[in-house]
């Protein structure tokens, strides 16, 4: 029986794979609602848990790609690759309305550019705290800093090592956690209350899930406007990570 089922799985990995993330995703807005009251976003509680079973997953088989080494788990490791994760922030950009974004104008596009930078000098000044001196280990975890997506296409692009990149995945999971959490709590200090606040505040923190996870709990119909700016801020980061930052970094540090 066992080994029936093992079969099918293995067969049919993608199948497998949504069956897992739905299981996993269920768990975590449980856990969200009733543990936290819905203050730490289940998306959040999701990607810890996808963290540590990946972790499990590594330990049990010794490999490189985490629960996906697993057979009967292979399809994760599509299912959680570039292509669905882009074609997933691409698809809540598309849910903001062109006339609003309008009207963000020079401020929105400001915001941007000062959030990727500020995050990433944060980023790099937490790497020299830890002892980290090294042009490329700051670059990827400063840009992990912006984004636990920006960390690991920098770290890939200018051969930073596998624990670098690590800890600019944990370092962008922590800014994207502390997002969700906070953002509920600061709204209306911030005038947090419309589309182009929304847009300005989504692209000075950057980190998709984090922004749209905070918005969703401060009022879901900002969601769209500040998920567009963060989408854009990725790929602001993705570009100006491992070429301007990373050569004014090697200027300063060698």
């Given at each position: 029986?066992?080994?029936?089922?093992?079969?099918?799985?293995?067969?049919?990995?993608?199948?497998?794979?949504?069956?897992?993330?739905?299981?996993?995703?269920y768990?975590?807005?449980?856990?969200?609602?009733?543990?936290?009251?819905?203050?730490?976003?289940?998306?959040?509680?999701?990607?810890?848990?996808?963290?540590?079973?990946?972790?499990?997953?590594?330990?049990l088989?010794?490999?490189?790609?985490?629960?996906s080494?697993?057979?009967?788990?292979?399809?994760?490791?599509?299912?959680?690759?570039?292509?669905?994760?882009d074609?997933?922030?691409?698809?809540?950009?598309?849910?903001?309305?062109?006339?609003?974004?309008?009207?963000?104008?020079?401020?929105?596009?400001?915001?941007?550019?000062?959030?990727?930078?500020?995050?990433?000098?944060?980023?790099?000044?937490?790497?020299?705290?830890?002892?980290?001196?090294?042009?490329?280990?700051l670059?990827?975890?400063?840009?992990?800093?912006?984004?636990?997506?920006?960390?690991?296409?920098?770290?890939?692009?200018?051969?930073?090592?596998?624990?670098?990149?690590?800890?600019?995945?944990?370092?962008?999971?922590?800014?994207?956690?502390?997002?969700?959490?906070?953002?509920?709590f600061?709204?209306?200090?911030?005038?947090?209350?419309?589309?182009?606040?929304?847009?300005?505040?989504?692209?000075?923190?950057?980190?998709?899930?984090?922004?749209?996870?905070?918005?969703?709990?401060?009022?879901?119909?900002?969601?769209?406007?500040?998920?567009?700016?963060?989408?854009?801020?990725?790929?602001?980061?993705?570009?100006?990570?491992?070429?301007i930052?990373?050569?004014?970094?090697?200027?300063?540090?060698?």
């Amino acid at each position: 029986m066992l080994e029936t089922l093992s079969n099918v799985f293995t067969d049919n990995p993608l199948i497998v794979s949504f069956a897992v993330i739905g299981i996993t995703m269920y768990i975590s807005y449980a856990i969200s609602a009733k543990l936290t009251r819905g203050r730490i976003h289940g998306s959040a509680i999701a990607i810890i848990l996808g963290l540590v079973l990946a972790y499990i997953g590594g330990v049990l088989t010794g490999g490189e790609k985490g629960l996906s080494d697993i057979s009967i788990f292979a399809g994760i490791g599509l299912m959680g690759g570039g292509m669905l994760r882009d074609f997933a922030i691409i698809a809540t950009a598309f849910g903001a309305s062109f006339t609003e974004i309008k009207k963000a104008g020079i401020s929105g596009v400001s915001s941007l550019f000062i959030g990727v930078i500020l995050s990433f000098i944060v980023g790099v000044a937490i790497a020299l705290a830890f002892g980290y001196t090294d042009a490329v280990s700051l670059t990827t975890i400063g840009a992990g800093t912006a984004t636990y997506i920006v960390g690991p296409v920098t770290g890939a692009a200018i051969g930073a090592s596998s624990e670098v990149i690590t800890i600019s995945i944990a370092a962008g999971l922590i800014k994207s956690i502390l997002t969700m959490v906070g953002t509920p709590f600061i709204a209306k200090y911030i005038g947090l209350d419309n589309p182009r606040t929304a847009m300005v505040y989504g692209g000075m923190m950057g980190t998709t899930s984090g922004v749209a996870g905070g918005l969703a709990a401060t009022d879901p119909k900002l969601v769209p406007y500040g998920a567009v700016t963060a989408t854009f801020y990725t790929g602001l980061g993705c570009l100006m990570a491992p070429s301007i930052l990373f050569l004014m970094t090697k200027a300063i540090f060698g």
